[in-house]
């Protein structure tokens, strides 16, 4: 039976009247591909900024790796092992591809620009740069990057730091077929090599060919959980997200 690397518990977020999050409740298994999924507005996104302290939630309790979060924040926990995507790709898009890679690992700009980057995370950014096939745009400044390798770059800084859980949201949005099947294909092979991931993501026929299991938020609750199968006869699933 596998751990539990996050849990998540009870946690609420509201906007003026609106609540977003409501005691909403899951854990992430350790060595997993799990999947939140749910219609627009049901809470993912807001869920997730909260789990790596981009926003504050109003209660509950978030533990990592058996332990209490006090203040989650996003350097703390990058240091901890948790990163995160975002729908937006994030990069330094004034640096080089490769230039971003060595940011990732936890250099200073002025350790950057006077070449003290030592010679073992050199060669890992350049490894990391070939698994991603971005070897031959390395000197490209990261501005002129593609949406889909935009995407493929902040998926490769996120792994420079050795996470033990990912977040990623929207992995695959706006992004061709190819890229698609390569952003699958990377996902997989880390974790086979033990990285666990917590997904959001819209396109079904991925969640449901990728991720197990499945989590399904509705109005900010957590209304279903289990394996893909499960998730697709669910009739709450049904009803909330597939509108039938």
């Not at 004034?94 to 006077?114: H, S």
Request: hydrophobic residues 40%; charged residues 25%; glycine residues 8%.
């Amino acid at each position: 039976m596998n751990k539990a690397l996050l849990e998540v518990e009870h946690l609420k977020k509201s906007f003026g009247g609106v609540t977003a999050v409501d005691a909403c409740s899951f854990t992430v298994d350790e060595g997993t591909i799990t999947a939140l999924i749910g219609p627009n507005g049901s809470g993912k996104t807001t869920a997730f900024n909260m789990i790596t302290g981009y926003l504050k939630a109003d209660s509950g309790t978030i533990r990592f790796h058996g332990e209490t979060v006090e203040r989650p924040r996003p350097a703390g926990l990058y240091r901890r092992g948790l990163s995160r995507t975002f729908q937006q790709a994030r990069i330094f898009p004034e640096l080089t591809v490769q230039e971003n890679l060595v940011v990732a690992a936890g250099y200073t700009w002025r350790q950057l620009f006077g070449r003290r980057v030592s010679a073992e995370d050199a060669q890992r950014s350049k490894a990391m740069l070939a698994e991603f096939r971005l070897d031959q745009l390395s000197d490209l400044v990261a501005a002129d990057l593609s949406y889909g390798q935009r995407k493929l770059l902040e998926f490769a800084a996120v792994l420079m730091s050795n996470p033990r859980l990912v977040l990623l949201d929207e992995p695959t949005a706006g992004v061709n077929p190819v890229m698609i099947d390569a952003m699958e294909r990377h996902i997989r092979e880390r974790n086979r090599a033990g990285v666990t991931f917590l997904i959001v993501e819209h396109d079904m026929q991925l969640v449901m060919r990728l991720c197990d299991p499945v989590i399904v938020l509705d109005q900010g609750s957590r209304i279903a959980f289990g394996s893909p199968e499960q998730i697709q006869s669910d009739p709450r699933v049904l009803e909330a997200y597939l509108g039938a």
